[in-house]
């Protein structure tokens, strides 16, 4: 079974709108971390959010943050007022454990922003 | 604002031939990595360094693979013979007690 899934290969979006990244993810280990990171088409990997399986509350970073549903398994970034700067490769990743620092990442999600 | 380096940025080499990847990670992090991605593909952990010592490394990272810090501030991947399916970006990154991993801008390695 895959670790993480996100399930839109693309998406739109026009801009100043807000969007929701889908991200489930499958684990049986209590400690566990997400992470969402952004592409450009530069190709760097740029860190954006975190959120551990023991946060009470939902990560914010700014105009993302992260809808941590544990019950579900789904860790879906959201990104508010979409700026045309936003359109970019979105991986979803986990790190399993709680001295395990490996990250497994999803197949991403490429964003376009409309204007 | 402190960044991970990555040198070279595009290497070209023979299928066969021995690579070295090189990268300075932030200068206070303790865990260093390196991950790859296949052209349209999704990014895989190859190995994690923390202590001097590999502490965690994928199915991927085998006896082709090494890694080193030679002194306080490089960490290089040696790929010892290449394959053709060597060929990705390749990423280093750092990250210090928290769980941020914060990545360098890649290496493209391209065997011919």
């Known amino acids: 079974a895959q670790k993480i899934t996100q399930t839109q290969p693309g998406m739109f979006v026009q801009e100043k709108e807000a969007v929701t990244l889908d991200c489930t993810y499958d684990?049986?280990?209590?400690?566990?971390?997400l992470f969402w990171y952004k592409q450009p088409s530069s190709g760097e990997m740029i860190f954006l959010i975190y959120?551990?399986?023991?946060?009470?509350q939902n990560a914010t970073e700014g105009r993302y943050s992260l809808n941590f549903q544990k019950a579900r398994k789904s860790a879906n970034l959201v990104i508010s007022a979409s700026q045309l700067g936003d359109s970019a490769m979105y991986f979803c990743?986990?790190?399993?454990?709680?001295?395990?620092?490996?990250?497994?990442f999803g197949s991403g999600t490429q964003l376009t922003v409309l204007p | 604002e402190p960044e991970v380096t990555q040198t070279p940025s595009h290497q070209v080499t023979q299928m066969g031939q021995e690579v070295i990847l090189r990268c300075v990670p932030i200068?206070?992090?303790?865990?260093f990595y390196w991950y790859r991605q296949i052209l349209g593909q999704k990014v895989e952990f190859l190995v994690s360094?923390?202590?001097?010592?590999?502490?965690?490394k994928s199915e991927i990272f085998d006896d082709q693979f090494s890694v080193e810090r030679p002194d306080g501030s490089n960490f290089t991947l040696k790929i010892r013979s290449t394959k053709l399916e060597d060929s990705a970006m390749y990423f280093c990154a750092s990250s210090g007690w928290d769980n941020e991993q914060f990545f360098g801008p890649g290496t493209r390695l391209t065997v011919l």
């Open positions: 990743a986990m790190r399993e454990g709680r001295s395990a620092r490996q990250l497994t």
């Open positions: 684990t049986s280990d209590p400690s566990y971390g």
């Open positions: 360094f923390y202590n001097n010592e590999i502490s965690e």
């Open positions: 200068s206070n992090h303790l865990y």
């Open positions: 959120q551990g399986s023991y946060d009470q």
